[in-house]
């Protein structure tokens, strides 16, 4: 397995994360994506550790907690040799202080989350998105005491505009707190706005971004073409907010994946993971699977390269225009690209 350098840490990370949005399946959301029991998970967990993946990612909110419960319970022993990430901010129960960044919520959550995963520190700790109601002040003070009192040991951030993290990133350099040195993001072939401004703003500011749905919701996944729509009610049917599972523009994109995955032997989903892995700022991929199957051929997307060739005619079919004022920016050689 490749190990990378977070941007601005000195913490090593795999080349892939392994996510755990399969584990639990309590409601009908989660279902659509697994229902993966301890047992699995274990197993799941054992092959992670014995191809060099030692990353597991989650969050409070999958499975109403259940997910971290599950991943809790099958690290055990495993737990010293193993990376774990979690993230706070989405309602957890009705009361007005069960979710959001405030000093309140943040200490309870992380607390929670220690006792469910069974852990006394949590590796990384994720804002799962940015509370707009809480000055990002007290968000950043309540991170920084947790990282001082060894409950955490890296922040990140996740789903932020470019001006959330900047001014978090300004507030943290005034206070000599503890910053964000992770950016969790969506980004993939149909997804690629992360290159309009958070990709140029990590570089420059040494975040490192870790890559979650690299596959589109599986609609990059080589099982849905023009011909084998997704199922009605499956995940990728439902994953419109990501990419249409229907639009030509994934089509086309999928029809150069077949084309390249037949090039060099790899898989279609092979091929769309390297191409992601390979972009500057990425530190890490958060690939999921509901088997062994799944998760041994995701192993498959380390240790080659994408020709120039290949990786230009990928650009070249999935790129989009911009929207304003990135499409602007972009006739101008001294802002650079």
């Not at 060099?52 to 989650?58: C, E, L």
């Not at 099958?74 to 007005?96: D, Q, Y």
């Not at 509370?131 to 990002?136: G, L």
């Not at 120039?308 to 001294?334: C, N």
Request: hydrophobic share 40%; glycine share 8%; proline share 4%.
């Amino acid at each position: 397995m490749e190990y990378r350098k977070l941007l601005g840490a000195g913490l090593n990370v795999p080349a892939l994360t392994f996510g755990t949005a399969t584990f639990g399946g309590s409601d009908e959301f989660f279902k659509k994506w697994g229902a993966t029991d301890v047992k699995e998970a274990t197993r799941l967990i054992d092959i992670c550790l014995e191809h060099g993946v030692n990353f597991f990612d989650t969050a409070n909110v999958y499975s109403a907690g259940l997910a971290e419960e599950i991943l809790g319970e099958a690290m055990k022993e495993k737990r010293s040799r193993s990376l774990i990430s979690t993230k706070a901010t989405f309602p957890m129960g009705e009361g007005p202080n069960d979710y959001g960044s405030s000093r309140m919520s943040l200490v309870k959550a992380c607390e929670d989350s220690l006792r469910r995963l069974k852990t006394d520190t949590i590796d990384l700790y994720y804002m799962h998105g940015f509370d707009a109601r809480t000055p990002v002040e007290e968000t950043l003070h309540a991170l920084d005491d947790l990282v001082s009192s060894g409950k955490i040991r890296y922040i990140g951030c996740s789903n932020f505009s470019g001006w959330h993290l900047m001014k978090s990133l300004s507030v943290s350099e005034r206070y000599g707190w503890s910053k964000y040195v992770a950016h969790q993001v969506y980004y993939s072939l149909v997804g690629r706005e992360l290159e309009w401004e958070l990709m140029p703003l990590s570089l420059d500011q040494k975040v490192s971004n870790i890559i979650w749905s690299p596959m589109a919701g599986g609609a990059l996944s080589g099982k849905i073409t023009r011909k084998n729509p997704p199922a009605p009610g499956s995940r990728s049917a439902n994953m419109d907010f990501v990419v249409s599972a229907k639009s030509e523009h994934l089509f086309n994109v999928v029809d150069v994946l077949h084309e390249i995955a037949q090039e060099t032997g790899k898989s279609v989903p092979q091929v769309a993971l390297n191409w992601v892995l390979n972009k500057p700022s990425v530190g890490s991929i958060v690939i999921g699977a509901r088997n062994e199957e799944q998760l041994v051929q995701n192993f498959g997307a380390v240790g080659w390269k994408l020709s120039e060739a290949q990786v230009a005619k990928l650009d070249k079919v999935s790129e989009t225009k911009p929207i304003y004022p990135y499409w602007h920016q972009r006739g101008f050689p001294m802002l650079g690209h």
